[in-house]
Antibody
């Protein structure tokens, strides 16, 4: 059974860097594409980016200037860094699996982790 | 970016009713439209992909249709556990974008 688990600080100060890691179990991260999606409290969903085990990435243009990422295939993890955070970055951050590169539906989600910028 | 107008933003219905949620995209997205259900405090879960293909394990009372840039999620025979927020998502272009959500109250 595939499981995703987000980890990282729940509180980040304004102007600092938000760092999150997604640990994948039950499948190899080399088999699929992966994504981060966030949801401000009480609001809708915002796509952050696609991440590939090769290191290739596609980011949301609205966030691209502040995003960096990495993949650790030995630990089956991928990570997200978001710099210069503000209160607008307060959200539940989900890591998730993109099942098909053709249709790009997100079929497995982590439980999400709330990151507060304050 | 492709904009999605999802309506209504909320609705209330009774057990056994049929409800319909609509997403209209700002430009063609083919059939690259997915539907998700999000129960309070939980991560979203995939209901329908490719506009009309039911995800494995999803009850058949859920259905998706499309006509041009209009996409519809129907729930027939509404059940108490269907109380949730529903989002559509287009994946035709990058960045993929989501509708604003529809909260279904029972």
């Amino acid at each position: 059974q595939v499981h995703l688990q987000e980890s990282g600080p729940g509180l980040v100060k304004p102007s600092e860097t938000l760092s999150l890691t997604c640990t994948v179990t039950g499948t190899s991260i080399s088999t699929y594409y992966w994504t981060w999606i966030r949801q401000p409290p009480g609001k809708g969903l915002e796509w952050i980016g696609y991440f590939y085990s090769s290191g290739r990435t596609t980011y949301n243009p609205s966030l691209e200037s502040r995003i960096s990422s990495s993949v650790d295939r030995s630990k089956n993890q991928f990570s997200l860094n978001l710099t210069s955070v503000t209160a607008a970055d307060t959200a539940v951050y989900y890591c998730a699996r993109v099942r098909s590169i053709a249709t790009r539906e997100v079929d497995i989600w982590g439980q999400g982790t709330l990151v507060t910028v304050s | 970016d492709i904009q999605i107008t999802q309506s209504p933003s909320s609705l209330s219905a009774s057990v056994g009713d049929t409800v319909t949620i609509t997403c209209r995209t700002s430009q063609t997205t083919g059939n690259s439209l997915n539907w998700y259900q999000q129960r309070p405090g939980r991560a979203p879960s995939l209901l329908i992909y490719g506009a009309s293909t039911l995800e494995v394990g999803v009850p058949v009372r859920f259905g998706g249709t499309s006509s041009g840039t209009d996409f519809t999620l129907s729930i027939s025979g509404l059940q108490p556990e269907d109380s949730a927020t529903y989002f559509c998502q287009q994946t035709y272009t990058t960045p993929p974008t989501f509708g604003g959500g529809t909260t279904v109250g029972i």
